[in-house]
């Protein structure tokens, strides 16, 4: 059986007459590729000349990357994007996240990018392309901020993370650009107090709407997110826990919550009392609802009840921007809440659906005014005990000065027995001193 070499040279004329060797390879999928010249006017010095590219790895020149124009189309869309449709079979995105990523593509990524092979896309190229974002702002647009601009820079780094992984660039370029610097803004949560405020046993003094105080008492106490708690309906109510197994979002109602994991979160009697009320009122529907079940309270309707609700308790449209205080709030307030009552990460976790320490972290708020453990800790520190003696310290212009204070009651026997014995020894040598001198 013959072996095929791993490539062929022949002789081509050229229109000058000269005649130069020229060679032909196989790729991988033994298709014929081809012909390339040598340079070389001998079949020896060819054939070397072919040897020496077949050593270094380059008797096969790389196939030049495809545009990103041809490589993204038919990106984001349901029946042509292949990555879609391969993330439905492992862990599909919300439809709300890709909603998301096809408008970034569509506003901010596809023009810009068309013209470009993929192994032209550069670090550089792509530094250039964010500062143009930031700098950058359209008739009647506002300027994009840090954090959109980051969003637009984590859907660009998908899609070029996909061509890495199908091994048409090497790398991705996307990887060694930092993000932008997006300024943390101070949230001051809700205090035991203020919460107490918003929820008396007159709920009416404080709210207009009874559903909707019944739907922010539920997210002070379990921490859902708000298009979970739209979706809630009689079937995911039980006796001691909410099944949390969805969300309405402005896309309907969607059967995965945020993160795709569902969990339950356990509830006091009182709340499920209060749940069997809206029970009764919107049957299998929507139990937040003001159309018998139908849909959902409109999330404009909850945002408008709950600052006016702030304001009833004396928080200000002003203080509420300052403090961001967004329905929100809640979420941020029981895994803080939870955290300073020595529940555990593990638990605060399963209860709020934060995957990782660090969003745990992110949500907390402590108010280091309440840590009644670091009084503690400096009294004991400060409180000096001696079992022979006790010191006093007092702040004098400044300085400090110990004043021992006075001597114990209580001494030993020994101790008594060795004063009465200095007692009349000293008076026998003053009397001896004061007659010398006489």
Request: aromatic share 10%; hydrophobic share 35%.
């Amino acid at each position: 059986m013959r072996i095929r070499e791993s490539f062929t040279v022949f002789p081509r004329s050229l229109k000058s007459g000269l005649v130069v060797f020229y060679y032909q390879t196989y790729d991988e999928k033994g298709n014929r590729q081809n012909a390339r010249s040598t340079g070389q006017t001998k079949r020896t010095e060819a054939r070397a000349y072919c040897m020496r590219l077949f050593k270094e790895g380059l008797l096969i020149p790389e196939q030049k990357a495809p545009t990103f124009g041809e490589f993204s189309k038919g990106w984001w869309e349901a029946e042509t994007c292949y990555y879609l449709k391969w993330r439905e079979l492992h862990e599909p995105l919300a439809y709300s996240t890709v909603v998301m990523f096809k408008g970034h593509f569509e506003k901010h990524i596809k023009d810009y990018w068309a013209k470009y092979r993929l192994d032209e896309i550069t670090v550089d190229a792509v530094e250039k392309w964010l500062l143009e974002l930031s700098e950058k702002c359209g008739d009647g647009q506002k300027k994009l901020k840090p954090k959109t601009i980051n969003l637009i820079l984590g859907t660009f780094k998908l899609m070029l993370g996909e061509a890495h992984r199908k091994k048409i660039i090497k790398s991705n370029p996307c990887v060694e650009v930092k993000e932008l610097r997006v300024d943390a803004y101070d949230r001051v949560i809700f205090t035991v107090d203020e919460v107490r405020k918003l929820f008396p046993e007159n709920w009416a003094s404080v709210w207009k709407c009874h559903f909707i105080y019944m739907l922010n008492r539920l997210a002070a106490c379990t921490g859902m997110r708000i298009g979970e708690l739209r979706g809630l309906r009689a079937e995911h109510i039980f006796d001691d826990y909410i099944d949390v197994c969805g969300q309405y979002t402005r896309y309907g109602y969607k059967p995965l919550t945020k993160t795709k994991d569902n969990r339950k979160i356990p509830i006091m009697p009182l709340i499920k009392q209060e749940l069997d009320v809206l029970i009764g009122i919107n049957g299998d529907g929507y139990l937040f609802s003001d159309d018998g079940g139908e849909k959902p309270v409109p999330v404009e309707r909850i945002g408008s009840h709950f600052e006016r609700a702030l304001k009833k308790i004396g928080i200000s449209h002003e203080e509420r921007k300052k403090r961001n205080l967004t329905f929100h709030a809640w979420r941020h307030f029981l895994n803080t809440y939870l955290r300073m009552n020595n529940v555990s990460d593990a638990k605060v976790q399963s209860v709020t659906g934060h995957r990782t320490k660090k969003m745990t972290d992110r949500y907390t708020h402590f108010d280091t005014r309440q840590f009644t453990e670091v009084r503690d800790v400096q009294t004991e520190l400060l409180v000096l005990t001696d079992n022979s003696k006790q010191v006093e310290t007092k702040i004098i212009t400044g300085k400090t000065k110990v004043i021992p204070s006075k001597k114990p009651e209580g001494k030993t026997e020994s101790k008594a027995k060795a004063a009465a014995v200095k007692k009349p020894v000293a008076k026998k040598q003053a009397a001896a001193k004061k007659k010398a001198t006489a």
